[in-house]
């Protein structure tokens, strides 16, 4: 298990607060989350300048000494892509910590694919040896992240919410095949700087839509220096709500979603078989 958060917004935004402020922040959570459980094996943050990722990670704990929290501080960005790790695939290290990135592409993931060693050949045999070559840990993240790209450059060329869809089911029903008992975890967020997709199975998920500029409750000022002429919109997505007083409202279990053009989040159920998912 790990935890994870994403921002998409059409104007740049501060994402310090969601990050290390707020009440149930991501740095907060990589010291224990909702379930009592510490996600100190490491940490991530990935922000598009120039349409490419620029990742600051570590192999540590969020909460340990001030790199996480400076990270977050200076971020200002349309597209951030954060996480912490709990690791169940792959020793804590650098090679095995998220974001993963490629080119244009930044990815994360919050879950455990079952029966890995065996899933793992599937997944390679079916990605490009370019793409193959790029792997440097052991995580089942980074072997999907790839597979999902060699989807995408192959084509026929699909919406990317379709090729994360199809990709998923793919990998889902390799596991049901092995073993329909064991649950797959498959929270992830995969963007370009200008999509943002996901999905969530098996793990909790909540989004926050805004329509508006406030006064950030936690540091009293706006996070955006707002164009008068733009009407803001951005979307959140959070492993747990952030703030207790705001309408985060949950992503359904066993699904994958996209911020459309209008920055609100669109969403379409993963074709699945029932053994696959768990009560939401």
């Known amino acids: 298990m790990c935890r994870l958060y994403a921002l998409r917004a059409n104007e740049p935004t501060r994402v310090e607060c969601g990050l290390v402020r707020s009440q149930n922040n991501l740095m907060l959570q990589s010291e224990g989350d909702a379930e009592g459980l ?18 600051e990670k570590q192999a540590w704990a969020a909460y340990h000494g001030e790199h996480f929290a400076k990270s977050a501080a200076r971020i200002y960005a349309h597209t951030v892509v954060a996480h912490v790790r709990r690791a169940t695939i792959g020793a804590p290290g650098m090679e095995n910590t998220h974001p993963f990135s490629f080119g244009r592409f930044s990815f994360a993931h919050n879950g455990t694919v079952p029966n890995f060693a065996q899933i793992r050949p599937l997944i390679l045999e079916r990605t490009d040896p370019l793409h193959r070559a790029e792997i440097r840990g052991q995580t ?22 379709e090729t ?33 997709v996901g999905s969530r199975l ?28 733009t009407a803001y919109r951005a979307v959140e997505v959070a492993s747990e709500p952030l703030t207790p007083d705001e309408p985060w409202k949950g992503v359904p279990n066993g699904s994958v979603y996209a911020v459309d053009p209008d920055y609100c989040l669109h969403i379409k159920p993963l074709r699945l078989p029932a053994a696959s998912v768990a009560a939401a």
């Open 140 to 161: 089942d993240s980074e072997h999907m992240f790839y597979y999902l790209l060699t989807r995408w450059s192959r084509g026929p060329q699909t919406s990317l919410l």
């Open 202 to 229: 098996n793990r909790t998920l909540w989004f926050l839509e805004r329509d508006e500029i406030i006064d950030c409750a936690i540091c009293g000022r706006p996070h955006v220096h707002h164009t008068p002429k």
């Open 164 to 196: 994360l869809r199809e990709g998923l089911e793919q990998i889902i029903a390799w596991c049901v095949a092995i073993d329909p008992e064991r649950r797959i975890g498959l929270n992830v967020v995969l963007s370009d700087g200008e999509q943002l």
């Open 38 to 55: 510490t996600h100190g094996h490491g940490w991530g943050v990935a922000d598009y300048r120039d349409h490419l990722p620029m990742i």
